[in-house]
Protein backbone atom coordinates (compact mmCIF):
# COMPACT_ATOMS: atom_id res chain seq x y z
CA UNK A 1 0.00 0.00 0.00
CA UNK A 2 1.33 3.92 -0.83
CA UNK A 3 1.77 5.62 2.44
CA UNK A 4 2.90 9.35 3.05
CA UNK A 5 3.47 10.53 6.05
CA UNK A 6 4.18 14.28 6.82
CA UNK A 7 5.64 15.84 9.44
CA UNK A 8 7.39 18.71 10.26
CA UNK A 9 4.53 21.95 10.55
CA UNK A 10 4.59 24.23 13.55
CA UNK A 11 4.26 27.92 14.81
CA UNK A 12 6.61 30.70 13.48
CA UNK A 13 6.70 34.03 12.80
CA UNK A 14 6.28 36.02 9.50
CA UNK A 15 10.12 35.75 7.80
CA UNK A 16 10.87 32.64 9.68
CA UNK A 17 11.50 28.96 8.15
CA UNK A 18 10.05 25.64 8.34
CA UNK A 19 10.89 22.17 6.52
CA UNK A 20 8.45 19.63 5.76
CA UNK A 21 9.40 15.88 5.27
CA UNK A 22 7.32 13.49 3.63
CA UNK A 23 8.25 9.83 3.80
CA UNK A 24 6.93 7.27 1.29
CA UNK A 25 6.23 4.06 0.92
CA UNK A 26 4.73 1.18 -1.10
CA UNK A 27 6.15 2.46 -4.89
CA UNK A 28 9.43 3.08 -6.39
CA UNK A 29 10.33 6.11 -4.99
CA UNK A 30 13.03 7.24 -7.72
CA UNK A 31 10.36 6.70 -10.37
CA UNK A 32 7.18 8.69 -8.49
CA UNK A 33 6.28 12.68 -9.07
CA UNK A 34 6.02 14.10 -5.55
CA UNK A 35 4.40 16.66 -4.47
CA UNK A 36 2.58 19.33 -1.60
CA UNK A 37 -0.69 21.01 -1.76
CA UNK A 38 -2.00 23.54 1.21
CA UNK A 39 -5.62 24.02 1.94
CA UNK A 40 -6.65 26.91 4.58
CA UNK A 41 -9.57 27.66 6.63
CA UNK A 42 -12.25 28.42 4.00
CA UNK A 43 -10.23 28.19 1.13
CA UNK A 44 -9.68 25.52 -1.53
CA UNK A 45 -6.92 23.04 -1.82
CA UNK A 46 -3.84 24.39 -3.75
CA UNK A 47 -0.96 23.20 -5.32
CA UNK A 48 2.60 24.35 -3.56
CA UNK A 49 5.31 22.38 -5.59
CA UNK A 50 5.87 19.32 -7.05
CA UNK A 51 8.56 17.28 -8.35
CA UNK A 52 9.69 14.62 -10.60
CA UNK A 53 12.04 12.53 -9.11
CA UNK A 54 13.53 10.95 -12.24
CA UNK A 55 15.21 13.95 -14.11
CA UNK A 56 14.26 16.30 -11.15
CA UNK A 57 11.91 18.52 -12.65
CA UNK A 58 9.76 20.58 -10.40
CA UNK A 59 6.84 23.02 -10.55
CA UNK A 60 5.59 25.90 -8.38
CA UNK A 61 2.46 27.72 -7.20
CA UNK A 62 3.16 31.81 -8.33
CA UNK A 63 2.42 32.47 -4.26
CA UNK A 64 5.34 30.37 -3.03
CA UNK A 65 8.51 30.81 -5.83
CA UNK A 66 10.99 32.10 -4.77
CA UNK A 67 10.53 30.99 -1.25
CA UNK A 68 9.97 27.30 -1.13
CA UNK A 69 12.25 24.71 -2.13
CA UNK A 70 11.34 21.33 -2.90
CA UNK A 71 14.04 18.93 -2.65
CA UNK A 72 13.69 14.86 -1.76
CA UNK A 73 16.57 12.18 -0.90
CA UNK A 74 16.03 8.84 -2.29
CA UNK A 75 18.02 6.98 -0.22
CA UNK A 76 15.36 8.08 2.46
CA UNK A 77 12.10 7.70 0.60
CA UNK A 78 12.11 11.33 1.37
CA UNK A 79 10.41 14.85 -0.07
CA UNK A 80 11.26 17.93 1.80
CA UNK A 81 9.40 21.61 1.18
CA UNK A 82 11.81 23.87 2.49
CA UNK A 83 9.82 27.04 3.50
CA UNK A 84 11.70 30.84 3.56
CA UNK A 85 10.47 34.05 4.20
CA UNK A 86 6.90 32.77 5.38
CA UNK A 87 4.31 35.10 5.56
CA UNK A 88 1.30 34.52 7.65
CA UNK A 89 -0.73 34.01 4.19
CA UNK A 90 1.02 30.43 4.47
CA UNK A 91 -1.10 29.34 7.22
CA UNK A 92 -2.41 26.34 6.17
CA UNK A 93 -2.56 22.36 6.44
CA UNK A 94 0.05 21.16 4.16
CA UNK A 95 -0.31 17.79 2.54
CA UNK A 96 2.13 15.61 0.56
CA UNK A 97 0.73 13.94 -2.30
CA UNK A 98 2.33 11.21 -4.55
CA UNK A 99 2.02 9.62 -8.36
CA UNK A 100 3.75 6.57 -8.45
CA UNK A 101 4.45 6.53 -12.47
CA UNK A 102 5.27 9.83 -12.17
CA UNK A 103 2.72 11.78 -14.10
CA UNK A 104 3.39 15.53 -12.78
CA UNK A 105 0.52 17.15 -14.39
CA UNK A 106 -1.77 14.91 -12.69
CA UNK A 107 -0.15 15.75 -9.48
CA UNK A 108 -0.44 18.92 -9.84
CA UNK A 109 -4.01 18.98 -11.15
CA UNK A 110 -4.56 17.16 -7.98
CA UNK A 111 -6.02 14.66 -8.80
CA UNK A 112 -3.87 11.42 -7.37
CA UNK A 113 -5.66 9.05 -5.46
CA UNK A 114 -2.48 8.38 -2.68
CA UNK A 115 -2.43 11.80 -0.13
CA UNK A 116 -1.00 11.88 3.49
CA UNK A 117 -2.50 13.22 6.53
CA UNK A 118 -1.86 17.03 6.94
CA UNK A 119 0.14 18.69 8.70
CA UNK A 120 -0.10 22.28 10.29
CA UNK A 121 1.33 25.62 9.11
CA UNK A 122 1.10 28.74 11.50
CA UNK A 123 2.67 31.78 10.78
CA UNK A 124 2.01 34.81 13.35
CA UNK A 125 2.74 38.13 12.31
Known amino acids: DVQLQASGGGLVQAGGSLRLSCVAS????????IGWFRQAPGKEREAVAC????????LYGDSVKGRFTISSDNAKNTVYLQMDNLKVEDTAVYYC??????????????????WGQGTLVTVSS
Open 97 to 114: TASPRGWMVHLWSGRSEH
Open 26 to 33: GFAFERAA
Open 51 to 58: RANSGGST
